[in-house]
């Protein structure tokens, strides 16, 4: 039975990353649309709402403690409790948002490396995202890798209409290793997920206080596309989670070990990472161009246009160079 799983699995892989890349560039084209084709504008919300804070209005405390919609049990022991370690997570992607807020001597938000697009997305994931928390790799691996889980897992996505956070709670991980988990989701389920972590950055991953992962289920979508209104906003942030979509006493590993399809595509993510070379692993912003001290001016943003002109101006620039 067991080796039975194991093809099946082998088999299913493909035809899951092939969905997984459809829904991943449909979220692609969406986030080129907020980004270039109708930029967002930074000040679309201010610096005090729960959006940027992560206040619950309700209790007056941070909304992800309320949002924590599973905590494996602790097999070790770790300086930080798991309140202290997502409302760490919560805080760093607040800051995010953030720096696109109004405030009063900045109407439009702060200049910054990332766009006001790629900001709010943050504002919607962090306030009303669904958070797991576990001790390191092999515990999440372990517990994804039961099919009781996963059923749970997929009921909170499709019920809620929100997005997980996976967080792990030790900072000292591997990795190589932490990049086949991200891999392994992907192969679980069809959609991305991104290797955040407080180490060097692998595959499309981006910093973070400690290692997480957003699996990007599509629903940011609903609340970000309501940055393009003021009235619209007022309805992003959501009430806390108030089912318990995790159930059992224990969920118990189907394996211990990665397999070949999530170790495949570790190796093939960070390979295609590495080719871009100067281009990094940022794909909506030029990674040169913001090494070299670039910030967007919220208040006048580069459109498609721009990036078009700028685009055929470095190439003429180019071939002029090598004349």
């Not at 082998?10 to 649309?33: C, D, E, Q």
């Not at 494996?72 to 800051?95: A, H, N």
């Not at 720096?99 to 900001?119: C, E, L, Q, V, Y």
């Not at 897992?153 to 499709?158: D, N």
Request: aromatic residues 16%.
């Amino acid at each position: 039975m067991k080796l039975l799983s194991k093809i099946w699995y082998y088999l299913k892989a493909v035809p899951m990353w092939t969905l997984l890349s459809i829904h991943n560039t449909y979220g692609i084209l969406s986030v080129f649309f907020i980004t270039w084709v109708r930029p967002m504008k930074g000040g679309m919300v201010n610096f005090d709402d729960p959006l940027v804070t992560g206040i619950n209005p309700e209790t007056n405390d941070y909304i992800w403690k309320e949002n924590v919609i599973f905590a494996s049990k602790r097999k070790r022991e770790f300086k930080d409790t798991d309140e202290q370690i997502v409302v760490s997570v919560g805080k760093y992607m607040c800051r995010m948002i953030y720096k696109s807020a109004a405030k009063p001597d900045k109407p439009f938000g702060d200049k910054d490396r990332m766009p006001p697009s790629i900001n709010y997305i943050h504002g919607g994931v962090q306030y009303n995202g669904g958070f797991l928390i576990f001790d390191d790799v092999e515990d999440a691996r372990n517990h994804f890798s039961n099919k009781e889980f996963r059923k749970h897992f997929w009921k909170f996505i499709h019920t809620e209409k929100r997005e997980p956070v996976t967080i792990l709670r030790d900072k000292n991980y591997d990795r190589e290793e932490f990049l086949q988990f991200v891999c392994y989701l992907r192969t679980l389920f069809p959609y991305f997920s991104n290797s955040n972590g407080n180490k060097k950055r692998i595959g499309w991953g981006n910093p973070a206080p400690f290692a997480s992962v957003n699996t990007i289920t599509g629903y940011w979508k609903d609340d970000t596309f309501k940055f393009y209104s003021k009235e619209k906003i007022k309805t992003v942030a959501r009430a806390p989670i108030a089912v318990n979509y995790f159930s059992a006493n224990e969920y118990l590993p189907s394996r211990n070990e990665f397999w070949g399809p999530e170790l495949y595509l570790a190796n093939f993510t960070n390979n295609r990472v590495i080719a871009r070379g100067e281009k990094g692993n940022l794909f909506f912003v030029d990674l040169r161009k913001i090494v070299r001290g670039y910030k967007f001016d919220p208040s006048n943003l580069p459109n498609l246009l721009d990036r078009i002109q700028e685009r055929l101006s470095e190439k003429l620039g180019g071939l002029f160079n090598n004349v």
